[in-house]
C-alpha cells in the first residue's frame, strides 16, 4: 500500500469512528427526550388539562388561560418528538430505507411547506444498516441545506438500486441561500456528505447555482439480502 493510500485510509477510517460516536450519542440523546422529556410533557399535559376542567365551572378566564398553556405544551411535546425522530430514526431500523426517506419527506413538507415528491420504486432489496444509515443521513443534511436556500417550494428525491449500486438524486428550485453564514453552513455541511459518500466507496456531485437551483447525485456500491415490496413514488 502506498503512503497516499494509507493516508487516505486512516483519515476514512477516522472519520468512519466519528460518524459511529456521533450516531451513539444521537441515539443517546432521541432516547433521553423521548423517554424522559417526551413522557414528562405528556403527563404535564394531563394534568394541565385536568385542571382546566376542574377550573371552568368555577372561572372561564382561568380554564381559558389554561386551554392556551395546555395547547403549548402540546406543541413543545411535538416538537420534542420530532427532535427525536430526527436524531435516530425507529423507521429506519423497523422499516428500512425507503419507509424512511418516506416519512421523513413527508414531516419535511409538512414542517417546511414546501412540496415533495418521493421515489423509493427502485428500493426493492434490504440493505446493510451502514449503507441505509448513510443514505438516510445525505438525504437528510440535504434537505436541512434546502431550507436555508431562498424560495424553494419543490424538492424530488428519487433512491434507486441498479445493479450492486444505490444512488440517491436530489433537485430543487431553490435560489441563493438567504444569507453568508446559511451559505457557509451547506458548504461545510456538503463537505460532510463527501465524506460519508467516499467512506462508503462511492461518488459524490452537486450542481449549486444561484436561481438555477440545485442537483446533487451520490452513489455508492451496496450489499443486499431480501427482496422486499415496491414502494412506489408519491407527491407530498
Not at 160 to 187: M, P
Amino acid at each position: 500500500m502506498s503512503s497516499t493510500n494509507g493516508n487516505e485510509y486512516t483519515r476514512l477510517d477516522s472519520y468512519r469512528s466519528l460518524l459511529r460516536s456521533q450516531e451513539a450519542e444521537r441515539t443517546r440523546i432521541a432516547k433521553e427526550l423521548h423517554d424522559n422529556i417526551g413522557q414528562s410533557l405528556t403527563l404535564l399535559g394531563i394534568e394541565l388539562e385536568l385542571s382546566r376542567a376542574a377550573s371552568a365551572a368555577q372561572s372561564l378566564e382561568v380554564a381559558a388561560q389554561l386551554k392556551k398553556i395546555c395547547s403549548r405544551v402540546t406543541e413543545l411535546g411535538h416538537a420534542v418528538s420530532l427532535l427525536a425522530h430526527q436524531l435516530h430514526s425507529s423507521e429506519l431500523e423497523l422499516l428500512g430505507l425507503g419507509a424512511a426517506v418516506r416519512g421523513m419527506a413527508a414531516e419535511f413538507a409538512k414542517s417546511n411547506h414546501i412540496q415533495v415528491h418521493c421515489d423509493c420504486a427502485g428500493l426493492s432489496v434490504a440493505l446493510s444498516g451502514d449503507i441505509a444509515l448513510n443514505f438516510f443521513r445525505i438525504i437528510q443534511e440535504t434537505l436541512e441545506n434546502i431550507c436555508k436556500r431562498k424560495r424553494a417550494t419543490s424538492v424530488d428525491i428519487h433512491l434507486d438500486i441498479c445493479g450492486a449500486s444505490i444512488s440517491v438524486t436530489i433537485t430543487d428550485n431553490g435560489a441563493a441561500f438567504a444569507s453568508d453564514a446559511d451559505k457557509e453552513a451547506a458548504e461545510m455541511a456538503i463537505a460532510n456528505l463527501r465524506e460519508r459518500v467516499a467512506l462508503a466507496g462511492g461518488e459524490f456531485s452537486i450542481d449549486c447555482k444561484p436561481d438555477e437551483g440545485m442537483h446533487l447525485v451520490a452513489t455508492a456500491p451496496v450489499s443486499t439480502s431480501k427482496t422486499l415490496e415496491p414502494l412506489l413514488p408519491v407527491a407530498i
